[in-house]
């Protein structure tokens, strides 16, 4: 068959290479388009295995012309598996199995005590830790090969996905010398998923897990969900709501919870639950939940035992208290540290954790929203059992666009902080908006805390290494609001896996390339034609910039809908709580606007270290995407730009909508190289996104005229609407409210 | 290549032939396996389109050798769409277009209007309608073709779809005599999604309509629900629930209806509404419903009117009013007449109609529920516009396992009754149960009323010959409430899928076999080989009587849970209403069992035709699947059998069981017939049905033990656990909660 020979046909020495025949002659009925074309509707994410383009395959080939790869654990299997679906998908055939290395060109993947060809090489495989691997070009008996090494069957599987990373981005495969390691211990999702299968802040769908089938019927799909979840690294799911429902802990749904768990752990997946710590109430028939209750105590670790029983690796709990109405310690006049300690010594003795929740802040005490979790745990600092850690929100509001990083990330130098990012698109457009969240994740990541001088990023803390003198070998984590439902894709769109995916890239490592990810993503989900590739990925890391210019410039922030969060409502005022509403944010008058968190105002800036606090505090040195989170400024004041305040905003709004515009037309010219399934949501998904951000930046604009009654700067369309048109749209169905 | 030559060699006279040597490679691919499997994950339902084994899809092809079929107008455009697109995935390659036939076996499809060769045949249309077609062998041009021809597009459309279906059950194509005309003019589906998603008695996800999205992005799903409905005849939808939200008829909603209208439109599919009758306060701004008002018609009919201009050729409406808490005319003193009266008279103009549920019974009259609806609607026999139809459930009660007939099908001869099926497994096991409800509806629609002598059946009444003589060409039409989800296979089961099936073939057909239609959908949906054909059927047909008898045997009924309808509830008591509990319906004491709806009872039976009236009100007479419906009988009441009624309930919830458990070894053995991803799933769903059954048995034969205080006769397992414990047993998010 034309196309197919080459190097690879001399090694064919024993005989007709009859799997080479049928990899030619699938590529071939490939490129002839029988059959049904593989649909092209998002389930497989970034685990598509297309063809590669025969040259470059041929190449490959060469690379994997045999597998040594165990199968003697469930986890080896899945490896082995994996190898094998996707070189089948890439290369046209999977590689024979092999025990030994026969051929030139073997891959040889596993540990020590899985693989005798391994065990031989003696690799250096200290400090890899259980997940760490190595990739490494070597010789074997005389013989060419690739290994993959780890010192347990979870860092050989993390390896084998990404040796095939490595072909679905058209990388070299000739002299390879990777190592990785984990800098995190904790990688996982949180479900804000009900046991009704509503998915709080969620817009792809219902719940994935349908608990009224389980445990008899595991869907396939939660192979796929492993599968996707280890393929980035992510080693852990909490199940549930963080809005917990006790009744997750019952026996009717603990057998649930363990059959989900044996479908995820040969993914090296634990599963976690949200605990509601009314529980002991709730389910247990006790008259109280006071965790210094010995009735209490005791009740929680045999919960805890009973759990282990179904669950032997259960990851443990993670426990959102005495926030948004949930119950807590507070109820009974104890602390945070309290409750979670009491949660701790009941998992200890499994070996499980706790992950409390720092998004707190009071019902009584009229303080700045932004410093309340400092004000109530940084006294608590120091007093968590080791197997806590308190989970901090990557700001102190609530996931906005851009947000300082949170004052806790250096505060607390005794107590492992665990970051909680958000990637379902609550305050970003929903599923519809394409917004590559990897330069939010990264800007919070790298942001310099300044607690132990320079360079004291905020990866430092999460990772340990910044407060390695007061913290001994901590436990360290990192927790994303999962954007995952029962859409045939999984997170809603297209573009909104790549946040899933750069999530779980950056927990692996959180000083990584936020661009280098995006094109890794783009490479494996769509395609490598360069002449895709660069605009795509301009697209994607251009997207988060033109979100906060359309919906929250210049460090504005909470000011969409009300309850459900779509749509633009810088309006909104009054009910239950004042920091519930817009106005509380942006504090908006005829003659400024922005929220005063220097020292004259609320002095939120303090809680930062002094050098940072002296940027942030000073208006002459505050980073300008800053301004009006930290300062209520003059509409008059004059920006670098030079433009007034006031004009900077209208400029800012509609150079957003200009961004997307921008976005429009570059995905338009993208046709010729992606499958016109996808290409028409995309597409369809961008236009509506432009009149999205059309109506965000005029319904803003209009509410921010009626308050300083000025008009437009030339030059700028002024709303077409009053202001009483965008007051009055309601939307009583919009999905995923709480 | 092998395999590929023949007959079909020697017409490839012109040059070479590579269509046929494309449809080759793609075979062989297929054969071998080449790339990812066709996944068979239930989405395509019955139109799955696999390739035919070489030897007969070699015979078929002569049948195929061109494609005439116009795409002048887009159900033109979807005809050939599909026609093309099944003849490729079951005989390799679509047969090439062509204006003229050219060759023997052609195929030519249209009508006199769309097809000049049609036209030149002047084949015998009358009396097709619109929706009606031939399929025929013809001669053209001295060469042979099949033909396809209808008078109207949507009548070609559906014979396109019938031609498929030959291939796809293995017909012979030769000698091709089929005339086919609908026999009821409105087959709709009914769906009871909420605006929020969640579809009331949904157990295949949450609602398809993404409301959010629409009308600016419409998923290619709906497409494909089009394309499903069109194959089985089906021409309407009610895309809301009856439990209806007037905001689906504001502005904002309509736009967005009007998306999936345009949508379904070129596949003969108009959108209905569930209309709320307090629509006129609750958006409109009156003060009052009341459909004598002036302003409350206008209201109505410019409503209508708005509608229309977004959808024009929009359906009409669905109503259930003065039913379980609906608004209706009733609340303002008048009657269903007056209420569904206004409501024709707002579409009127506009061709639309209204179907008005018959489902009510009285907030206060404590008159056996069986009877109320006939109470209710008899009296107003004739007072309906002609634009009106009284939708009637099949029987009396509500969607039970076996009801007998509803007693107004024949009691109305001057009011046009629609029939309503529930597709749904609200009763009948939600997702997981193998039940082919084909018989059920069979059952019914043979039903005998003898309203007017032998051979009245209810399909006779549906289908407006039976009144002909009082009710002159009026409307005629079948409602299904859907079993349509999010879910990938739509339907919830792989064989869920076989009751959509079944209710579109029955109501183009209400005479139609059930048996022969599972033989179909079997044939379309797993496999023609008949090792596994014959004993699918087998298990289908036997799968009702199977769950009547280990849910509700002998004419019991309504003894589920209570809210959520899910596991077995004979003891629900208390609540609200009477006619809510189970005990209402079973009156089960220490001497007997059953409900009298004799003479002696509640007479229900005196609203059937006296000949009827006579079978069913004597215990002698009365078919003893209806014994326990119409009678209530003692414990010791000697059957048929021979058994004592206590021995042969015992009996029947046993031999249900039994049943299930023959269903799970017929399925086993069907394994090397059928791919492993759907067996897999239906195995494990047969678990699950077995389990469930034996617990109905279980937690039912326990309660009427603690009734009659017998045992069970020798040789049969009493229930494993109390009484208490199946009484315990909670399930508060069992899905589809209404």
Redesign the interface.
């Known amino acids: 068959m034309k196309g197919i020979g080459g190097p690879g046909a001399a090694r064919a020495r024993k005989g007709f290479d009859w799997r080479r025949a ?1 990899a030619g ?2 590529l ?3 490129a ?1 388009g ?3 074309a ?1 649909a092209e509707d998002g389930y497989e994410l970034w685990l598509r ?1 297309r ?1 590669i383009e025969a040259a470059r395959a041929d190449g490959y080939r060469a690379f994997a012309t045999q597998l040594l790869a165990g199968a003697a654990t469930p986890t080896q299997a899945a490896t082995r598996e994996e190898l094998q679906r996707g070189l089948r ?1 890439l290369l ?1 055939a999977a590689p024979p199995l092999a025990e030994r290395v026969t051929r030139d060109g073997a891959l040889v993947v596993g540990t020590p005590a899985s693989s005798p060809t391994i065990a031989g090489l003696r690799l250096d495989t200290e400090g890899l830790g259980r997940e760490g691997y190595l990739i490494r070009s070597v010789v074997v008996d005389g013989r060419k090969a690739t290994v993959v090494a780890a010192n347990d069957d979870a860092g050989a599987l993390y390896g084998a996905f990404h040796f095939l990373r490595l072909l679905q981005t058209r990388q070299p495969l000739d002299r390879l010398d990777l190592r990785e390691v984990p800098r995190l211990k904790l990688r996982v999702l949180n479900h804000w998923d009900n ?3 509503h998915v709080e802040r969620g817009y792809a ?2 719940s994935i897990w349908d ?3 389980l445990p ?2 595991r869907d ?1 799909r939660y192979v796929d969900y492993a599968r996707a979840n280890a393929s980035i690294g992510i080693n852990g799911t909490v199940l549930n709501n963080v809005n917990s429902n006790a ?1 997750i802990l019952t026996p009717m749904y603990l057998e649930k919870v363990k059959a989900l768990a044996d479908v995820f752990r040969p993914y090296g997946i634990r599963v976690y639950l949200s605990a509601r710590f009314s529980a002991p109430r709730e389910i247990g028939g006790l008259g109280t939940a006071d965790p210094l209750d010995p009735r209490v105590r005791a009740w929680w670790k045999a919960k805890a035992d009973e759990i282990y029983r179904h669950v032997p690796d259960f990851g443990g709990f993670l426990v959102k208290a005495n926030s948004e109405g949930q119950p807590g310690p507070q109820d009974y006049g104890r602390s945070h540290a309290d409750g979670a300690n009491m949660l701790a010594d009941a998992v200890a003795p499994h070996g499980g954790v706790v992950m409390w929740r720092a998004f707190v802040y009071s019902h009584e005490t009229p303080d700045d929203r932004a410093k309340q979790a400092y004000a109530e745990f940084v006294p608590l600092d120091g007093r968590f059992r080791p197997n806590v850690m308190v989970q901090v929100k990557n700001g102190a509001i609530d996931f906005q666009p851009r947000e300082p990083f949170h004052p806790l990330f250096g505060a607390m130098p005794k107590t492992p902080l665990m970051m909680e990012f958000q990637i379902t698109k609550e305050y970003l457009g ?3 908006h394409l917004v590559y969240l990897g330069p939010l994740f990264e800007e919070t990541l790298r942001a310099d805390t300044k607690a132990k001088g320079e360079g004291s990023t905020v990866a430092r803390v999460i990772d340990g290494s910044l407060h390695a003198d007061t913290l001994q070998d901590p436990l360290t984590g990192m927790a994303g609001v999962a954007n995952i439902g ?3 894709n999984w997170s809603g769109s297209h573009f909104d896996q790549a946040n899933w995916y750069a999530y779980g890239r950056l927990a692996w490592n959180p000083d990584a390339s936020s661009k280098a990810i995006a094109e890794d993503w783009v490479r494996m989900t769509f395609s490598n034609d360069p002449r895709f590739v660069a605009p795509a990925v301009g697209m994607m890391v251009a997207s988060r910039e033109a979100v906060v210019d359309y919906m929250t410039p210049l460090g504005l922030h909470h000011l969409m809908g009300r309850g459900h969060h779509y749509g633009p409502g810088p309006w909104v005022d009054g009910g239950p709580r004042a920091d519930w509403t817009s106005v509380y944010y942006h504090r908006a008058t005829r003659e400024g606007i922005g929220f005063d968190r220097s020292a004259s105002g609320s002095n939120a800036v303090a809680q930062y270290a002094p050098a940072v606090a002296a940027e942030f505090g000073d208006i002459a040195r505050v980073p300008e995407p800053f301004l009006l989170w930290f300062h209520h400024v003059p509409w008059d004041h004059r920006m670098r730009s030079g433009r007034t305040l006031w004009h900077e905003l209208v400029h800012r709004y509609t150079r957003g909508v200009d961004e997307v515009k921008k976005m429009r037309a570059a995905w338009d010219g993208l046709a010729p190289y992606v499958d016109a ?1 996808r290409h028409r ?1 995309v597409a ?2 961008l ?2 996104q432009e ?1 999205e951000a059309q109506w965000w930046r005029d319904a803003s604009l209009a509410y921010w005229q009626s308050l300083n009654g000025r008009a437009l700067p030339p030059g700028y369309a002024p709303p077409p609407k009053p202001l009483r048109y965008y007051q009055s749209l309601e ?5 995923g409210n709480g």
Chains 1, 2 share one sequence.
């Open positions: 049928v002659i699938c071939l009925a490939a002839l029988c059959g049904a593989q295995y063809p998908g046209g046991l009704d299968r769908g219902e608990w009224h089938k008899d019927w396939p009744l929903f599923a519809t029962a859409d045939r399934e949501q369809a998904f236009a509506i009149k939307f009583p169905y919009a999905p």
